[in-house]
């Protein structure tokens, strides 16, 4: 029983649904849910480090319970979207309500959908992979799959890595960065691919080609369907979702850098290069997200798996919270400057 506490990711579509459902002020719940509520809850609730006996650890590997949760947001992300955007192109919005739905449905595209897709770009299975890659469409951010796991777990906490932030950059300043540079880095990925492989740039295996035409087909069909407000809407609430997952980016891994060796190489990711936090509620609600320190240290560990260790680098609030400070940045810097130590800094 105590497993299903995991079903807490869940509430973010929930209020999502009694927004779209009630509309009007109803469809700020989400928000306000997400960015006041949860982190009212961090500051009151105590942190959990604890870790798992070998018995519990061998338990939470072979639970499918823990898979499971992950795949119900496949129907849970799409019936959401298909309902409001159907809901954005039947009925006539006032501009606050469309703005309160643009928020409500990037945050759950951000949640449950690039979460969970991160969770599953790092399965070994095809499948789940699949899946994974299906929950970035509507964010407009399939490119991350190959970004993250060639990219970014290679050369985080480095000045190569265009997904960590340097010491007093702004989160403003690190979403152009980061997306940008994380576009292109994923194309010069993929073409180093291809050449090793050797194949074309019109190779079946050229995935950002087919992410491409996936993602304007989506867009196409929405126009087409719909019409251009609700393609505006789909536009929006992509942008609102990939730049939650770009301010997560920024506080993972904000002004930490691995020093390098003699040999000119940067030393091995491990559990000091990454921003943990044990903060309960953001832990539940961000499928261990949290615990990226260990989530780094070793990145097939799945999420129900990963833990606390004592000389990783700790947040003073949970994610949430930290994600609200961060769009403050005076507040941020006054905050986190002083905690990133002096010989990691990144500049």
């Not at 703005?99 to 945050?107: E, L, P, R």
């Not at 126009?223 to 920024?250: C, D, P, Q, R, W």
């Not at 961000?286 to 070793?298: C, N």
Request: with cysteine.
């Amino acid at each position: 029983m105590k497993n299903l506490k995991y079903l807490a990711a869940l509430t973010i579509p929930i209020t999502a649904i009694i927004g779209l459902y009630y509309k009007g002020a109803w469809t700020y719940l989400t928000p306000l849910y997400a960015f006041v509520f949860i982190p009212i809850l961090e500051l009151i609730l105590p942190q959990d480090n604890s870790g798992f006996s070998k018995e519990d650890i061998e338990k939470r590997r072979t639970n499918i319970f823990f898979d499971w949760v992950l795949y119900l947001n496949l129907p849970i992300i799409f019936g959401l979207l298909i309902w409001v955007l159907l809901e954005v192109s039947s009925s006539t919005l006032e501009t606050y309500e469309f703005m309160g739905f643009v928020f409500t449905t990037g945050i759950v595209l951000g949640t449950n959908g690039i979460n969970v897709a991160h969770e599953l770009g790092h399965r070994q299975t095809s499948k789940t992979r699949y899946f994974g890659k299906a929950l970035l469409l509507p964010s407009l951010y399939m490119h991350f799959y190959i970004e993250h796991n060639h990219g970014h777990h290679l050369h985080a906490a480095t000045n190569e890595d265009p997904a960590t932030a340097k010491y007093n950059q702004s989160v403003y300043s690190f979403w152009l960065t980061s997306v940008f540079r994380q576009y292109f880095n994923a194309w010069r990925i993929q073409m180093k691919l291809l050449k090793n492989n050797t194949k074309g740039f019109f190779s079946l295996k050229n995935d950002m080609f087919w992410y491409l035409i996936l993602q304007l087909s989506y867009l196409i069909i929405i126009y087409t369907l719909l019409g251009k407000t609700v393609l505006f809407f789909a536009i929006f609430s992509a942008l609102t979702g990939f730049l939650l997952l770009e301010t997560v980016n920024y506080i993972e891994h904000y002004g930490l850098l691995r020093l390098k060796k003699e040999s000119g190489r940067y030393e091995r990711v491990n559990e000091i290069h990454s921003w943990n936090s044990n903060h309960i509620v953001g832990r539940l609600v961000l499928y261990e997200l949290t615990r990226h320190s260990d989530h780094h240290f070793k990145s097939t560990k799945k999420y129900q798996l990963l833990e606390c260790h004592d000389q990783s680098p700790q947040l003073p609030f949970g994610y949430p919270t930290s994600m609200v400070l961060a769009l403050i940045p005076p507040l941020w810097f006054y905050i986190m400057n002083k905690r990133v130590p002096s010989e990691m800094i990144l500049k």
